[in-house]
């Protein structure tokens, strides 16, 4: 069964310093993942797709098929990366696409 | 800029009322989704309609929750009798079928609070 796991639920870092949100995943076939994000009072939105390998507000994932790992890092966190971030897969069942999401982890980027 | 609409966006109840969610999906969007998002559980796929049919609502506990498009424009999530336990912000998101379903647009939620 597809099954996106986020370890940590609460991820607090100073300002400036680099911060790296974990994401692993179970899926029997090619996947494909995003990283989704949503700031205080706002809509979730998407912020990055593996496929694209694109650098989005600074942050970047890898998708490491051998460790199962779709890990979102930023080299230096701002107080604006303060968010819920959520890992995503799409998976297919019953002959339609559809989106399984892991608990999330709340990034909290401090002055 | 076309975007999702859900109403009501705060909801207080008691314990055995009925809720009703209403959610307007982007004009030519033909996908609907229903999400639950909680601190303990994350985001939770409850239903999710293509073309007004319903293709799975696995998600969603059957004896009091119901989902439905009356029509195009329209898509309800309704919990009866309501719990303490169903206390949750609900996601609606739409897309278009035949593009991936990571392209979806979502809702600002309605945050429901069953006292």
């Known amino acids: 069964a597809q099954r996106v796991t986020q370890p940590e639920k609460l991820l607090s870092v100073f300002k400036g310093a680099p911060v790296e949100l974990k994401c692993n995943y179970s899926?029997?076939?090619?996947?494909?993942l995003f990283w989704y994000v949503q700031y205080s009072r706002q809509r979730l939105q998407l912020l990055l797709r593996?496929?694209s390998r694109e650098s989005i507000k600074g942050f970047t994932a890898d998708l490491n098929k051998g460790e199962t790992s779709f890990h979102l890092k930023k080299p230096f966190a701002q107080e604006e990366d303060s968010a819920m971030y959520y890992c995503?897969?799409?998976?297919?069942?019953?002959?339609?696409?559809?989106?399984?999401f892991g608990k999330g982890t709340k990034l909290t980027v401090n002055p | 800029d076309a975007r999702v609409t859900q109403t009501p966006r705060h909801k207080v109840t008691e314990m055995g009322q009925e809720v009703t969610m209403r959610c307007q999906p982007i004009?030519?969007?033909?996908?609907v989704f229903w999400y639950r998002q909680t601190m303990m559980q994350g985001l939770e796929l409850l239903a999710y309609?293509?073309?007004?049919?319903?293709?799975?609502d696995s998600g969603m506990p059957k004896d009091r929750f119901s989902a439905e498009m009356p029509d195009a424009t329209l898509a309800t999530l309704k919990i009866q009798p309501s719990e303490p336990r169903d206390s949750a912000v609900y996601f609606c998101?739409?897309?278009?079928?035949?593009?991936?379903?990571?392209?979806?647009?979502f809702g600002p939620g309605t945050r429901l609070t069953v006292t």
């Open positions: 004009l030519g969007h033909n996908t």
């Open positions: 899926y029997s076939g090619s996947p494909e």
């Open positions: 593996h496929i």
């Open positions: 998101a739409s897309g278009l079928a035949g593009v991936s379903a990571y392209e979806q647009y």
């Open positions: 309609f293509r073309n007004r049919a319903p293709l799975d």
């Open positions: 995503a897969l799409t998976a297919w069942q019953g002959g339609s696409e559809k989106l399984v």
